[in-house]
């Protein structure tokens, strides 16, 4: 034993120091291309991992392990220098799929993000006086006009808005809301919390499936800062049920001058036939919300922002908020954001924003394009290729109960089980993430986006042909 672990410490001595192998010339050359620093760093964990390899008397000998060194740091260090947020292709049919980023950005405001992004601009500038001018002036007119209401602002998510309307509102005070609305969205985020970061209390009225107008009278007293309105984001409380209207809350809010706040969350502008029951920003201003608050990358299909709008008065106090100056959005966002309201404005948001796009999309459009590429996986993989119905998810905590039909491509590999055949998809480049189905990998192209479709095709048969080997 002791022979051994002395042979071990001698093969250690014998590789070579660090900047010995700086100066061998494929070192050099990846120096040059990734910098001293970082080739230093990598190289010398790469050396004390053979170290530990030769003294364990594992793995190849120890000058196989040094020749090899060079080619070991080059892949490393590529896949250090390589970028770690990538394109990914969504076949998963759910339309504002959280975890891929939600929406997917239009073409025409993307192009206008990169623009932003390369120069200076008028973020906070007033081109025609010659000052200093105020950010929201970018989007405000905007959501204005879209929301026939007083004023907006934007923040950098919705749940940063309900913060700051919290805190700004009823800071040390009480906030009632109904137990039915106390909900937790993604990532275990509950509006409990929000309401307690915010510093308000809350106030908690009637039960999980009924709460009346006078559960929300009763609780008001010499605290009461403000009511809220919660959306249900991914779950509906169905049967034995009850709640007021907006309607009537807002009239019990004016009747003793309180504000009403509504989180709609989901971010639909206007009231739509394809998503029935999904309350609509507009639609309750109209009804009497004070202040209404929603994202900016689910239905309304633009970047990620928290958007706010209502009555002047409550805005103008949220924008003098210290807090608010911390979730403000930069100019990226409120590029993409301009353009994808201009879109909405304009009424060419069917046709422009991806996500409206995808929504509208019919069964039977979506078969269309499967069948054709159904036919080219056919013939150039080994694949068992069906085209089936099946339905695709809004997603996004918005109508969860809505179901998009739609035509699926499922996929069956000879040799291989449906998970491995979806590792290989997800493996590769770009990664295609889709959904296994009763033992087989379904495509749906609704969630596919325009010119992507030949794309999946190869990336498809590049992995029937990885899981085949």
């Known amino acids: 034993m002791a022979r051994f672990e002395s042979a071990g410490a001698d093969l250690r001595r014998r590789i070579p120091p660090v900047d010995q192998f700086l100066m061998q010339p494929e070192v050099r050359e990846l120096t040059s291309r990734h910098g001293r620093e970082l080739v230093r760093h990598h190289l010398r964990l790469l050396l004390e991992e053979a170290r530990d390899r030769v003294s364990s008397g594992g793995g190849d000998s120890l000058a196989e392990t040094l020749a090899r060194l060079p080619e070991r740091l080059s892949r490393r260090l590529e896949d250090v220098a390589a970028p770690h947020l990538r394109g ?31 120069t200076y601009t008028n973020l ?113 409380i169905v049967g034995f049920t009850e709640s007021p209207t907006l309607e009537e ?110 929504l509208a999309l019919s069964a039977a459009d979506v078969r269309e394009r499967a069948e054709a590429l159904s036919d080219s996986l056919r013939t150039a993989t080994p694949l068992q290729v069906e085209v089936i119905p099946g339905v695709s998810a809004v997603g996004g905590g918005a109508s969860p109960t809505v179901e998009l039909p739609t035509a699926l491509i499922a996929l069956t590999h000879p040799l291989a089980g449906p998970d491995r055949l979806a590792a290989a998809l997800r493996a590769g480049e770009p990664p295609v993430v889709a959904r296994v189905t009763d033992g087989r990998v379904t495509l749906d192209l609704r969630t596919v986006l325009p010119g992507q479709d030949s794309i999946l095709g190869a990336a498809v048969q590049r992995a029937a042909l990885d899981v085949s080997r």
Request: glycine content about 10%; aromatic content about 2%; charged content about 25%.
């Open 88 to 118: 990914v292709i969504n076949a998963t049919g759910v339309v504002i799929h959280t975890n891929l980023g939600r929406a997917p950005l239009s073409a025409r405001a993307a192009a206008r993000v990169a623009e932003m992004a390369t």
């Open 124 to 236: 906070e500038y007033d081109l025609s006086e010659g000052e200093r001018g105020e950010r929201e002036a970018h989007v405000e007119p905007r959501l204005v006009a879209l929301l026939d209401c007083e004023a907006a602002l934007v923040v950098n998510n919705n749940a940063a808005a309900v913060l700051l309307a919290v805190n700004t509102l009823a800071e040390g005070r009480e906030v009632v809301v109904s137990r039915g609305e106390l909900v937790e969205i993604g990532g275990s985020f509950r509006i409990p919390e929000v309401l307690r970061k915010g510093g308000a209390r809350l106030r908690e009225v009637g039960t999980t499936n009924r709460t009346r107008l006078s559960d929300y009278r009763a609780a008001i007293g010499p605290e009461t800062a403000a009511f809220l309105k919660v959306h249900p984001s991914n779950f509906r």
């Open 249 to 358: 809350l807002a009239g019990l809010a004016r009747e003793t001058s309180l504000p009403l706040v509504e989180d709609l969350g989901s971010g639909l502008l206007a009231r739509s036939e394809a998503l029935p029951g999904e309350p609509a920003a507009r639609a309750s201003l109209r009804d009497g919300a004070d202040l209404v608050t929603f994202s900016g990358d689910k239905l309304l299909g633009g970047p990620q922002a928290g958007l706010v709008a209502g009555r002047r008065s409550l805005v103008d106090a949220m924008r003098k908020n210290p807090l608010y100056r911390a979730l403000r959005v930069d100019k990226l966002t409120l590029a993409a954001l301009d353009v994808t309201l201009a879109d909405h404005q304009a009424g060419r948001a069917a046709r422009e924003v991806p996500v409206v796009r995808m």
